[in-house]
């Protein structure tokens, strides 16, 4: 076998550009492929990296009757199943706040996990330095002591030994450095160090949930054992507590669920098929390109037989120069995925999870070479299959190849195999691009250009600090309005409620609606130029001296009061004992994504009550972003040792917010233009190949009187009877396939008629250019010279 290959290495070396072509091609299959696994490999494929991964597991709370199927769990609650439950060898929680750190060097905004002193040892994680926490720093007023991540560590101390037993200070209260992490994945993405919880019992209420929860299952525990007695719990605490309970009940997710998502891995495995789909394309169209080469050279084949040679030899021959083709190939896919990988993994994190853990591995390499000799194999078949068919006295007596139709038959075949699969990925890229347009023209409700967001979390003084930001941002030139929110729109900081209306209303006094939250002043709603349809908005005095106020969006409005004005009704938020009174009504708009609907959402005043930091909405008159060093410069003026963090335009957030679809888009449309391009060189190598062998009777018919157009339209007839055929099974296999791209898609159907129909209109255009090109030339043949060929 190693003569064969370095014979066939030898062969194609004498024809350098046919095996440029063939190896670039397959690089592009191969190569697209391996990409593709490497994120398949580490998002899906590859365990979490924590010891016995299997047995860890989320818990979330649910409320189904108010369409609530996973949210963060209250700390009474989660007391309560620590204390009850037997089926955890650890139940963990933690609650994720920003800091600021302001010790030893430039003040820095950093996100802080305060957990469970059992919250790392359930995980399995062992530190790279000092202890874990103790239980008795896990209480109120004693969780003065922080665990930083690898990255802190190695960003503010240079990697420094002696930082254990350091103080720093987060939020203005010291804290002494007790452990560092090693660099484990998930660690460093979830936040930048760890603080004992501390939960006062006496102040945490079971309405509030703010916890992740986490559990490392006890040994011979099953997740359906650990779900039912989690349920019956449940139901014990909804029992004792009513009020705050009522139809709240537990999930419990395995922790790679929870992190990988169904949608992801859903989105990865449709690009996986997507990329089996390219390289099947270019496996037919270096086996194409084989075949013309074995019909070339069947002449000399027919003497190797007549001469003795064995069939088997002629077969690994043939084999050998496509396994060696292949191999190249691999070797260039290889150097393509690595840095394939290393882009992904710097843009990834935004969109994907897992995305730090991207690399070419072992797997990774062997599936690289496991696709590179399959795809070796499968090129080579329809060589040898001719071969396998030679004549050899025909052969023999043949001056040059005829171009019978007996002869042409693999060629078609793999040509109209290119064309369904190409058309196949077409009308893929096709659904997902008319997706992401619908997703783009769909009315937010809001107006995302020329504002800029800025993050500040003040410590004592937040109203004043925030007044007087507030005041002097507004004295800006160019500044055309300046708001402040808890949560900006298009990320991930969502917050609920149950919200019970007092008085008469559609919804009875005993029963609620599970509403959005948000705090924000008057100016928020002008910022992002969100219509007041109803009543005021937020004024200076609403703030604590004054009564409770919120601002109800349509949808809620319609919900508890249908067409009456809400406009000084009560609500009561929480179920509580403080009722608040409707002021104004705002128009719906898309807060968590612009492919989720407003649903039901009300508005805190901002005057009255602030979230631990909030956010500073700016709208410019032109380019949002030179206001930002301006802006800057007034928080530094106000206070030197706050940091200002989540810099971002509302253009910018609406962008990531829809970053995964962008993603996938280009991803499918990239390998769909791939597709489609091998496939237009296969039809025209094929047509090419025939215009020469058909040269003479070119000449022929010219001679005879025949016209160029109708050489034309005789070359272009066999083209569309090739063309046909791809359309058809394309059309055929694309119904069924892009049945998967349905929970992707965006307000389109998975059959969409204009979709289909252009696919098939660009298509067939690009498939009659490859064949008009070779039909021209043809039709300029001189008749004396082409009766003169051999």
Not at 417 to 431: H, N, P, Y
Not at 666 to 671: K, N, P
Not at 712 to 720: A, F, K, P, Q
Not at 726 to 731: A, E, Q, T
Request: glycine fraction near 10%; aromatic fraction near 6%.
């Amino acid at each position: 076998m190693l003569d064969d290959l370095r014979h066939a290495a030898r062969s194609l070396g004498k024809s350098p550009g046919f095996t440029a072509v063939a190896v670039l091609t397959l690089a592009l299959g191969i190569g697209a492929s391996t990409a593709i696994f490497g994120v398949i490999n580490a998002v899906v494929l590859r365990p979490l990296s924590f010891p016995e991964p299997e047995h860890l597991v989320q818990v979330v709370e649910t409320n189904l009757p108010r369409d609530v199927s996973s949210f963060s769990v209250s700390v009474p609650n989660y007391m309560d199943w620590r204390e009850r439950s037997r089926s955890w060898k650890a139940l963990a929680a933690r609650r994720t706040r920003s800091a600021n750190l302001t010790s030893d060097g430039t003040p820095e905004h950093v996100l802080i996990q305060y957990v469970t002193a059992n919250y790392l040892p359930a995980l399995g994680v062992r530190l790279a330095l000092g202890r874990t926490f103790e239980a008795e720093e896990d209480q109120a007023g004693r969780n003065r002591v922080v665990i930083l991540t690898d990255g802190l560590w190695k960003r503010r101390f240079g990697s420094d030994v002696g930082a254990i037993g350091r103080s720093i200070v987060l939020n203005d209260t010291p804290h002494t450095i007790v452990g560092i992490t090693p660099p484990v994945p998930g660690l460093e993405e979830a936040g930048d160090g760890f603080v004992p919880l501390g939960a006062d019992l006496a102040r945490e209420e079971r309405d509030d949930h703010e916890l992740d929860v986490f559990g490392r299952l006890a040994t011979g525990v099953t997740l359906e054992q650990a779900g039912a007695e989690m349920t019956a719990i449940a139901r014990q605490i909804e029992e004792e507590n009513p009020e705050s309970n009522e139809g709240w009940g537990v999930s419990l997710l395995p922790l790679f669920t929870a992190i990988v998502g169904e949608n992801v891995r859903k989105a990865l495995l449709v690009l996986l098929g997507a990329v089996s789909l390219l390289l099947l394309i270019a496996c037919a169209n270096v086996s194409n390109l084989l075949l013309l080469r074995a019909t070339t050279r069947s002449r000399e084949i027919a003497i190797r037989v007549a001469l003795g040679s064995g069939i088997g030899r002629l077969v690994r021959q043939l084999l050998a120069e496509s396994i060696v083709l292949s191999s190249a190939g691999g070797l260039v896919a290889v150097a393509l995925a690595f840095w394939t990988v290393d882009v992904v993994r710097s843009i990834g994190p935004a969109y994907l999870p897992r995305a730090a853990e991207i690399d070419v591995d072992a797997r990774v390499l062997a599936f690289t070479s496991l696709v590179a000799m399959v795809t070796g194999v499968l090129a080579g078949l329809a060589p040898v299959l001719q071969a396998l068919k030679t004549d050899v006295q025909s052969a023999l007596r043949e001056k040059s190849p005829t171009a019978g139709p007996g002869r042409w038959s693999a060629r078609n075949g793999l040509v109209v195999g290119q064309m369904a699969l190409s058309l196949v990925l077409l009308i893929g890229a096709g659904l997902l691009i008319r997706s992401l347009h619908r997703l783009s023209r769909v009315d937010l409700g809001l107006r995302a250009e020329n504002v800029v967001t800025l993050r500040v979390a003040p410590g004592g003084g937040a109203h004043a600090f925030y007044r007087q930001l507030r005041e002097r941002a507004e004295a800006l030139p160019g500044v055309e309005a300046v708001g402040l929110t808890s949560g900006v729109p298009f990320t991930r900081f969502n917050t609920s409620l149950n919200v019970f209306p007092v008085g008469p209303a559609k919804v009875p006094p005993t029963q609620s609606i599970q509403a959005d939250w948000r705090i924000v002043d008057g100016g928020f709603f002008r910022a992002m130029q969100i219509p007041l349809l109803r009543g005021r908005l937020f004024q200076q005095t609403d703030d604590r001296e004054g009564p409770g106020v919120v601002i109800v969006n349509e949808t809620l409005a319609r919900m508890l009061w249908g067409e009456e004005d809400p406009v000084g009704k009560l609500v009561n938020p929480g179920g509580g004992t403080d009722y608040s009174t409707v002021i104004g009504v705002v128009r719906d708009f898309r807060y968590r994504s612009p492919n989720q609907p407003a649903g039901p959402a009300f508005f805190f005043s901002a005057h009255r009550d602030l979230w631990g930091h909030m956010t500073l909405v700016v709208r410019a008159a032109g380019p949002p972003e030179r206001l930002v060093p301006e802006v800057r410069a007034l928080v530094k003026a106000l206070d030197p040792n706050l940091p200002v963090f989540h810099v971002a335009t509302m253009e910018g957030l609406l962008r990531e917010s829809v970053g995964q679809q962008r993603a996938q888009t280009g991803l499918f449309g990239a390998f769909a233009a791939l597709a489609v391009l091998l496939a237009a060189v296969g039809v025209y190598s094929v047509m090419a190949f025939t215009v020469a062998q058909r040269t003479r009777e070119i000449g022929v018919r010219m001679a005879l009187g025949g016209r160029s157009i109708d050489i034309v339209r005789l070359l272009g007839s066999y083209g569309s009877r090739l063309a046909l055929p791809g359309v058809v099974i394309g059309l055929a296999a694309a119904a069924g396939f892009t049945r998967v791209l349905e929970g992707l898609l965006f307000e389109v159907s998975p059959w969409d008629p204009w979709t289909y129909a252009l696919v098939v209109f660009l298509l067939a255009s690009m498939m009659l250019l490859a064949c008009y090109l070779p039909a021209r030339k043809a039709a300029r043949v001189d008749p004396m010279v082409a009766l003169r060929e051999e």
